[in-house]
T-cell receptor, first 114, second 114 residues
Framework: SQQGEEDPQALSIQEGENATMNCSYK?????LQWYRQNSGRGLVHLIL?????REKHSGRLRVTLDTSKKSSSLLITASRAADTASYFC??????????????FGKGTLLTVNP | KAGVTQTPRYLIKTRGQQVTLSCSPI?????VSWYQQTPGQGLQFLFE???????NKGNFPGRFSGRQFSNSRSEMNVSTLELGDSALYLC?????????????FGQGTRLTVV
């Protein structure tokens, strides 16, 4: 079963705009990660945020985590056409589970129009 | 450092046949995981191997099996193929350092069952 649920399912913006994607999950976690996938290819790791962190930055990416609401958001600033891809959040098993069994949401398809 | 290599990239099989997919992890990574991606079910965890032992298993029938060799390379096998097994199969490797759960994915094997 899916642990994470991304919202929205699809997002279309213009180059230069910011894109925000949300993820909700159901059980406790150690970490939450975001991945990008270009057109049915492999996943690329973007950023990992630990359960005791609230916000993390990496280049144009900003991730927030609210463990009380079991939710996370990914913000991509100043988007580029090359950011067009599907974005997935992934959670691990938490204190009772395995760090190496990731549960993915269904993803957000981001389209950045030039 | 070379990335995760999956072979073959594309495969067409007939219902009832069996198939073996291969994954070579990043050098030094000892954990290898397999995921199935379909439009309907999204990304689902199949199993994870560490030091030639299956450490975690997803909710898939016994037709799906895998193994890991002493050099950390892994194979997964699907017997008695069904149409519903058509999917992108992704392999991921991880350093398996405690608390470090970032996974590095290969480009995947696209399996089509006809």
């Amino acid at each position: 079963s899916q642990q994470g649920e991304e919202d929205p399912q699809a997002l279309s913006i213009q180059e230069g705009e910011n894109a925000t994607m949300n993820c909700s999950y159901k059980t406790s976690i150690n970490n939450l990660q975001w991945y990008r996938q270009n057109s049915g290819r492999g996943l690329v790791h973007l950023i990992l945020i630990r359960s005791n962190e609230r916000e993390k930055h990496s280049g144009r990416l900003r991730v927030t985590l609210d463990t009380s609401k079991k939710s996370s958001s990914l913000l991509i600033t100043a988007s580029r056409a090359a950011d067009t891809a599907s974005y997935f959040c992934a959670t691990d098993g938490g204190s009772g589970g395995s760090n190496y069994k990731l549960t993915f949401g269904k993803g957000t398809l981001l389209t950045v129009n030039p | 450092k070379a990335g995760v290599t999956q072979t073959p990239r594309y495969l067409i099989k007939t219902r009832g046949q069996q198939v073996t997919l291969s994954c070579s992890p990043i050098s030094g990574h000892r954990s290898v995981s397999w995921y199935q991606q379909t439009p309907g079910q999204g990304l689902q965890f199949l199993f994870e191997y560490f030091s030639e032992t299956q450490r975690n298993k997803g909710n898939f029938p016994g037709r799906f099996s895998g193994r890991q060799f002493s050099n950390s390379r892994s194979e997964m096998n699907v017997s008695t193929l069904e149409l519903g097994d058509s999917a992108l199969y992704l392999c991921a490797s991880s350093p398996s350092i405690r608390g470090y759960t970032e996974a590095f994915f290969g480009q995947g094997t696209r399996l089509t069952v006809v």
